[in-house]
């Protein structure tokens, strides 16, 4: 499963034609996914074979993935004048312009998670007792991802994908058996 994905937010202008319900705009948000983890749990059928020492196997996955998002927002050098930063050699008409990311927070976070099914088939050819060398393949696998980013003062931003491969994931695998 790979949500190692990077989720974005594109630009959504606002609109402060009416002074008593103003929508903020919210500008374009890239995040970089942390704290990846991931549980599968599947159980496989093996076929009776002429020769013992190959293997093949059907068989299905279930699987779980969570991963937390970190979002920053670029510095874009924008500037906000501030009544109250007014210093004694000032006139009152004069303010000083602060750098944006002092009144609103650079960083937000979200998380994102995905659902996995999947069948598995493959092949493994024992090596010598105990040493297993093989192939496995997911002919068909489903998974859902969703993911939530919590920015201040707006909505969740929430999307769900769905995406179906086939012959997804071929792996080589040696493994011990005891």
């Not at 996914?33 to 549980?39: E, T």
């Not at 006139?91 to 602060?98: G, K, M, R, S, W």
Request: one cysteine or more; glycine letters at 10%.
């Amino acid at each position: 499963m790979n949500i190692g994905v990077t989720p974005k937010k594109d630009f959504i202008e606002g609109d402060n034609s009416v002074s008593d319900m103003q929508i903020p705009a919210s500008k374009y948000v890239e995040g970089r996914v942390k704290n990846n983890w991931m549980v599968n749990i599947g159980s496989n059928y093996y076929f009776n074979t002429k020769n013992e020492r190959i293997n093949l196997y059907v068989g299905g996955l279930v699987g779980w993935q969570m991963g937390r998002i970190e979002t920053m927002s670029p510095n874009t050098g924008e500037t906000v004048s501030d009544g109250d930063a007014i210093t004694d050699d000032d006139d009152l008409n004069d303010a000083e312009t602060l750098p944006l990311q002092v009144y609103i927070p650079s960083t937000k976070t979200g998380q994102i998670f995905g659902l996995r099914a999947a069948a598995v088939a493959g092949i493994e050819y024992s090596l010598g007792k105990g040493l297993v060398f093989g192939f496995e393949l997911q002919p068909v696998a489903y998974r859902y991802d969703m993911i939530q980013i919590c920015p201040k003062g707006v909505a969740t931003y929430k999307v769900g994908h769905h995406n179906i491969n086939l012959f997804a994931q071929p792996n080589l695998k040696l493994g011990f058996r005891f």
